[in-house]
């Protein structure tokens, strides 16, 4: 028995071995990095592969150097683990600083480290869509407002309480200004530009009331949008000298920024055709190619037959070239925007245990309407919601305007680089305004696989947001996801984060029937099962769980920032299943002894219970040099099985400006429930430098030391690894 728990340590030692070598052959978690051009710059949106909530960034609005943290939320691909070291590329432009979007610490406190090629200023806030992160940069000219996200349609509040002694004609004028101003609000969302116009000069023609300087704000903005921009600047203009010391000012100064320069002669020739832009094409992406190397020493010492025995075992666990492409191309027409999209990464093993791997993440076509609302893709892509659970191989596309009514629509196959046959899918979705409904039915093999019937609900201010997603299979008449993910900015200082997720784990997929079968086919399995049975089975081998965190980010001044999360987690356990037959009788019996079925048997898997973790950290910057960053970061774990802690610390140097050096420490302990002990200590070193504008190359090495202790033996690990890599961006 002692010999047994000795080499239970060891392999403990080695899988944690394993877990901390990079992630090769696991999914990257950046999708695409788009630009919308605004008078003072543009919107970055920096879409990920999957959910993932927001939780906190430094520094806050200018620098060289970003880190953006956040939680992956959980989801379908989460078995899909995020690799580190991908790096993405803003398109090209002149109009705003270039910038790189590099992934980090995604096993540990996953972050995007954003570069910018100068000095910045910039807003950051969580997509709509919750897959994503806005950017909002500056164009860097001097500018006497900050950006702040403009609204699309005007608010307009609850008619107010009359009082007793009010004025009658006052309230009749206040109640028939608040009639104009909704009659605005919805030709606008109707894009009825010209009604719109009407309904806002009706009401400024009324005597001055508290919906008077919001009526001159957006009559200039039905103007814009009508194309009126000689009579939009008038109308901006006339804003700006009435309230030019108001709140609205400032948005009123980025609508005319936008507008451009508008010339007497433009004044006379408007409703005459403009000048059509020049088509282009935009060829842009970046190859890289980076060596790992890891090896490891293990060293465990028991007790057995009255002697102290130590056991080594010591070998090379990592050894590979890892060849990123990263390709686009762009087409700017007059009516349509196209892109050729392509990306693989080639891993080769020089371990001969290990095999040679290429997956092609991404290689579609894209033509979007410039003149009209459509869009059509075409190939291998990522999801972007509405049911589809990861990435597929297939066709979608859209048709309208979410803001009045849009339909979308998308068919493949999905493709999760797993073995055996793959799911095919169809479904639909309609967007209006911030709701989306859909429908998608999956089939594996010819068996239903999920049928799922789901709404989505997007909120977006610039201080507030809110994602929220319901998702029923009607097949299995479950309850598939519920998820909800939001934030709040309190003031210029303080912000909250939010995320309450209740799911099946793994999705509710016939696929769930396969675990443990003695066949990887459902069509094999459902020939010796009724489809009932297929679907209790499935259900029977699909766990609950539940997860909520809650997080807050404090400025504390210019250099230095805190922040927290409480996060509670918990997965059920689940049901025995299968059956195997008895040698005896020959028949089927539910305990798992003797030959299993074809469905084969599974033991009930009690739940993992209640886990909570509460983490603390601080960053500041500008401290020593300039652009330097430093943070650390306390958490505390416990379940019913272990109680857990770690210290993380970091720091981010920049020398000279092409050179930059980045030096973390972890250190996490924990204490089980048998009296067992496990320590790891890991320092980690890496430096970049920048060849010219678009080479660069970069190394990285650390160590990891690893104990642990039992009652009767004990076992320690050294792991020392490194990697480097040479990128070429164009």
């Not at 990257?28 to 990920?48: M, N, R, S, Y």
């Not at 680089?417 to 093999?445: C, W």
């Not at 430098?689 to 090495?701: E, K, P």
Request: charged letters at 25%; aromatic letters at 10%.
């Amino acid at each position: 028995m002692t010999n047994f728990r000795a080499s239970g340590l060891k392999q403990l030692l080695i899988a944690l071995v394993a877990i901390f070598c990079s992630g090769m052959t696991n999914a990257q978690p950046l999708d695409d990095i788009g630009l919308q051009f605004t008078g003072d710059g543009a919107v970055a949106t920096i879409k990920l592969t999957g959910p993932v909530q927001y939780q906190r960034h430094f520094p806050e609005n200018k620098g060289k150097f970003l880190e953006i943290y956040y939680d992956r939320a959980p989801g379908a691909a989460k078995d899909e683990e995020w690799v580190d070291n991908e790096v993405r590329n803003s398109p090209p432009t002149s109009r705003i600083p270039s910038f790189s979007v590099t992934t980090r610490n995604q096993r540990t406190q996953p972050k995007l480290e954003i570069e910018f090629s100068r000095e910045t200023e910039y807003t950051v806030m969580p997509g709509k869509d919750g897959r994503s992160f806005l950017l909002i940069i500056k164009s860097g000219r001097d500018q006497a407002d900050a950006y702040t996200p403009l609204p699309r349609l005007p608010a307009v509040g609850a008619a107010p309480v009359v009082a007793a002694n009010a004025d009658l004609d006052a309230v009749a004028n206040s109640k028939q200004a608040r009639e104009l101003m909704i009659k605005g609000r919805d030709a606008l969302a109707s894009k009825r530009n010209e009604e719109a116009i009407e309904a806002f000069n009706q009401l400024l023609l009324l005597m001055p009331n508290e919906y008077t300087q919001d009526a001159q704000e957006w009559v200039g903005v039905a103007r814009e949008r009508a194309g009126h921009e000689a009579k939009a600047k008038i109308e901006y203009e006339l804003y700006l000298k009435l309230y030019g010391s108001d709140e609205g000012a400032s948005r009123v100064r980025q609508r005319l920024a936008g507008l451009g320069r508008v010339t007497e002669e433009k004044v006379k020739l408007e409703g005459a055709p403009e000048k059509k832009d020049k088509a282009r094409l935009i060829t842009f992406g970046g190859i890289s190619s980076r060596y790992y190397f890891g090896t490891s020493n293990v060293d465990t010492s028991y007790v057995f037959n009255n002697a102290s025995t130590t056991d080594t075992y010591s070998e090379t666990d990592q050894s590979s070239l890892v060849t990123s492409v990263d390709l686009s191309e762009r087409y700017l027409g007059e009516e349509y925007d196209g892109r050729l999209v392509f990306r693989d990464v080639l891993t080769q093993n020089f371990i001969a245990s290990q095999p040679n791997t290429n997956r092609v993440y991404a290689a579609y076509a894209e033509v979007k309407g410039r003149t009209q609302s459509y869009l059509l893709r075409a190939g291998r892509q990522s999801s972007t919601g509405a049911g589809v659970l990861g990435r597929f191989d297939g066709v979608s596309g859209g048709y309208g305007d979410a803001e009045d009514w849009r339909i979308n629509a998308s068919v493949g196959v999905l493709d999760d680089f797993s073995q055996g046959a793959k799911p095919t899918f169809a479904g639909a979705s309609l967007d209006r305004g911030p709701v989306s409904v859909y429908f998608v039915n999956q089939k594996l093999e010819s068996q239903v696989d999920r049928r799922a019937l789901g709404v989505e609900y997007r909120y977006f201010e610039s201080d507030k947001t809110a994602y929220t997603l319901l998702d029923y299979d009607t097949y299995f008449r479950e309850l598939n996801t519920v998820m909800f993910m939001g934030t709040l900015s309190v003031g210029s200082s303080t912000s909250y984060n939010l995320m309450l997720d209740h799911r099946k784990s793994p999705t509710m997929s016939i696929r769930s029937a396969l675990t443990g079968a003695t066949t990887s086919s459902i069509d094999t399995l459902a020939q010796s099962m009724t489809a009932d049975e297929l679907r209790k089975l499935a259900v029977a081998r699909t766990a609950t769980s539940n997860f909520a965190q809650l997080g807050i980010t404090q400025a504390l001044t210019k250099q230095w920032q805190v922040g927290g999360d409480v996060r509670l987690s918990s997965i059920s356990g689940t049901s025995a299943s299968g059956h195997t037959i008895d040698p005896n009788t020959s028949l089927p019996i539910t305990q798992c002894t003797g030959t299993p079925t074809l469905e084969g048997c599974i033991e009930a898997q009690p739940g993992l219970g209640l886990e909570k973790t509460l983490t603390g950290q601080l960053i500041g910057s500008n401290l020593y040099r300039d652009q330097d960053i430093w943070s650390a970061s306390l958490s505390l774990s416990r379940n019913s099985l272990r109680d857990g802690r770690s210290l993380y610390l970091f720091s981010h140097q920049v020398f000279a400006q092409r050179w930059t050096l980045d030096a973390s420490w972890q250190y996490y302990w924990q204490n089980d429930q048998v009296n067992g002990s496990l320590t790891r200590n890991s320092p980690m070193l890496r430096g970049s430098y920048q060849l010219r504008d678009r080479f660069s190359i970069d190394a990285d090495a650390g160590l990891d030391f690893t104990s642990t202790s039992g009652a009767t033996s004990s076992a320690k690990s050294v792991r020392k690894f490194f990697s480097a890599g040479l990128r070429w961006d164009f």
